[in-house]
């Protein structure tokens, strides 16, 4: 049944429905109310047994999780940012242990310069840390994914991040049909851990392994990615049974039949896209849509299969290589290396900049008269981006660029000293 929810508490809720046994958090804008959320069903009993651990750190709550999750617990944690960074050593040490935990991920910016609002540089910094990574293109889906991790995690014993897009999915309040813990119940079996320390049979965990074995261990990781493939697809599937909606998958595309052009997009922009999509097709261009829920493993047989003969591809993403360019075009590109159709990369949306139907409308007509550079950033102000290189070319020492550009578009006031 839909509720009127906010995106967090949904995926709060339908993370108690999983019935985790250890919870590690640190609060961290804006994943913090899926962690208060879960953090009062703990204490008010609603969800039980299960310990929530108050921790010091983003390090400590994968640090914790790694722990409840070594010793037997089905183990949840949340985080963004700078958070992830601040844990990225124990987010590698969790997959390198084939540990399954789940996590959410509620995708911000990184800094510096200091913004809290979204774009995808978080998750395209932890790609290759081993994790499974699932996006999420609604709150319903954020939701649902949660429920698919649990048992993807544990039945391939790999960690699953569950990526939201921060704010504009974790604070949006809309119709949700959470899923309830009757149906979970019938989707997700009692957890039953492949490795728990038991004091009676110790074990070593987090051995040293030297160059004689260490290839061997980090490429059954790569085995467990591509098991993935197999099994995202098959829960999707067993999940739309159990629940009565499609949800999940590795991809899944929108008007794409008859496209000549397709673009490509993780996440909450996709709902932009396809309204900006229809209006296209209003005036007879041969637009669709190809979204990715399973960035990781990236799906690359899937993708070329729903990319193959279209002329060009546009790959819209929240996050950049600096100095290079597109990092999901890059797997885009690797997956459609010999298609012989163009594919051009606009990075948009940085640091919470709203996308608009308006701009991906120009975007896209410009691509189907062939007429879109390589990479593009999409509403860039390049005055602002010329006088700060004309300062750096004049003065060896032009201050940090950050407080220049705040101070060019009138955001920054410059006190004047009083004498």
Known sequence: MQRQIEGSRAVAEAVAACRPEVVCAYPISPQTHIIEAVGVMVKSGSLSPCEFINVESEFAAMSGAIGASAAGARAYTATASQGLLFMMEAVYNASGLGLPIVMTLANRAIGAPINIWNDHSDAMAARDSGWIQLFAETNQEAADLHVQAFRLAEELSVPVMVCMDGFILTHAVEGIDVPAPADVDSFLPTYEPRQALDPQDPVSIGAMVGPDAFEEVRYLAHLRQLDALERIPTLAAEFAQVFGRPSGGLLHTYRA??????????????????????????????????????????????????????????????????????????????????????????????????????????MLAAATRDELDPLTFLDLDHGVVERERARMSVTRRSGPSAENVLRDLGTTRVVEEVP
């Open 257 to 362: 039949e008859d496209a000549e052009t397709i673009v490509v997009a993780l996440g909450s922009v996709l709902g932009t896209i396809k309204d900006a999509v229809d209006r296209r097709r209003e005036v007879g261009e041969r637009v669709g849509v190809l979204g990715i829920t399973a960035f990781r493993p990236f799906p690359r047989e899937a993708v070329w299969d729903a990319l193959s003969g279209v002329r060009r591809i546009v790959v819209v993403e929240k996050a950049f290589s600096i100095g290079f360019g597109g990092v999901l075009s890059t797997d885009v590109a690797m997956a459609t290396h010999d298609g012989h159709c163009s594919l051009r990369t606009v990075v948009a949306g940085l640091g919470g900049r709203p996308i608009t139907s308006l701009a991906l409308e120009q």
